[in-house]
């Protein structure tokens, strides 16, 4: 038989009433006690089973009775068990208590720092009605009223039935705890599968440019400087929640996805561009935009994607309507596409490729500003320059030597041979 032990703070000014209650609950009860506490709580016409099995719980249940004489001692009592982690599960209080506070202000204020213990207000027919009582604690879903004089039975009932609420209360409580971990868990699972599909899609585009996988890593967090100084100043701030914030900084990513449909010819070309080729570079804006809008109409739950669809297809308009593919102008440019523009730029200007030199911050800075109006929204420029350090710490951390793509390294060993550009 597993024996559970249940904690109940008796709270009464007459120290002879603290005898009575440990008499009474910590003796043993008869097969006729319990038989009738199982009548008292389920009725006559609860299954034979449901009596079993409410008397086997009553009979292996001990209670550990603490006493207090005034309420101010009963509401220290409960503070410390749980501090200590073992909290009461059942109050007994007396509602006349001079010189301290009434039980009804005892039960407030014990409420006020633990909520979930029953509470059972012992009266006298000559005190408070259950109509005042109810007015004064609004937590009447834990409360029982127990007149005085109360018999044994009586008291063993209530003391049982209270008790098991609590335990039932913690049950659920863990229960519910551990569900939430386990929903938190998946989440993040599913969470960190999406950024590592994301992270994955964007290499592939990376494998066959010039470029490395930090470069990614850098135009998360430059978007992210960005994002967060315009959510808390200018005049963007109705449009950047945290929902936002994240979804920007995880899509910006998949801004040259598409990438992967432009020839090696022109993809991998070690020096300018033709006119021709040039048109043909350009068509990557809306290859990879078509590509991750064709999987967000497909995925009601992937708004993320539409997001970096909108990235993918705008990130190289320009403020004065110059840029491509649409010549797209001013605020009819995307927000996303404008931060993304400015992180995108920066890095590429400070970043050594197998085909120029990094040049240094400062010099890419002052560019950057140069274009305010022109190539990018002078809003963010102004986020830019107020997260400069933050930008000018990033681009002269360390980066990788840059490599040519694998299939660069083919194609100058005659192994591979350019995809033509018709």
Known sequence: MNTRIF???????????????????????????????????????????????FQDELSERVYQ????????????????????????ACAFIDVRMPPGWDGVETAKRIWEVDPDLPVVLCTAYSDHSWEEISQELERTDQLLILKKPFDTLELRQVAASQTARWGLNQLINENTQQLEKRVEQRTREMFETRDLVFFTLARLAESRDPETGEHLERIEGYTGMLV?????????????????????????ILHDIGKVGIPDSVLLKPGRLTPDEFEIMKQHSRIGAEALEDSALKSKSCKFLSLAAEIARYHHEKFDGSGYPH?????????????VAVADVFDALTSERVYKRAMAPESARDLIIAESGKHFDPEIIEAFQ????????????????????????????GIAQPVPTA
């Open 7 to 53: 904690r109940i703070l008796t709270i009464d000014d007459n120290e002879a009433i603290h005898e009575d209650y440990r008499k009474v609950l910590s003796g043993e009860a008869n097969d006729l006690q319990l038989a009738e506490a199982a009548d008292f709580l389920f009725g006559d016409d609860t299954s034979e089973a449901c009596h079993e099995r």
């Open 65 to 88: 009775l603490d006493s207090a004489l005034q309420g101010a001692q009963g509401l220290s009592m409960v503070e410390e068990s749980l501090k200590n982690g073992t909290p009461y």
């Open 228 to 252: 967060n100084w315009l959510a808390e100043n200018g005049p963007y701030q109705d449009q950047i929640d945290d929902t936002y914030r994240t979804q920007l900084c995880r899509s910006s």
């Open 327 to 339: 010549g797209t102008k001013g605020l009819d440019i995307p927000l996303s596409a404008r931060i």
């Open 386 to 413: 107020a997260c400069w350090e933050d930008f000018k710490n990033r681009a002269e951390a360390p980066k990788e030597s840059p490599k040519l793509p694998l299939v660069a390294e083919l194609l100058q060993q």
